[in-house]
């Protein structure tokens, strides 16, 4: 999730702020076309505020699955 107030993208289950660079898992949809990836940005993301797991919690829980 994005959060407003520190203007930091936080992984949704532990709070963690993601760093610049590090392997996260978004809920995001798919993009139509090769030049369509552009819209994955940093504003995309804030504005979609699309969940987001760190890389230690989503290991976690897709194990669970
Ligand atoms: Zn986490």
């Given at each position: ?15 963690k ?43 976690k829980l897709?194990?669970?699955?």
């Amino acid at each position: 999730m994005f959060n407003k107030d520190t203007k930091e993208f936080q992984c949704n289950n532990c709070g963690k702020n993601i760093e610049t660079g590090e392997v996260v898992w978004t809920k995001w949809q798919f993009p139509p076309k090769n030049n369509a990836s552009q819209l994955k940005s940093r504003k995309a993301l804030e504005f979609e505020n699309v969940p987001i797991l760190c890389s230690a919690c989503s290991e976690k829980l897709i194990a669970k699955f």
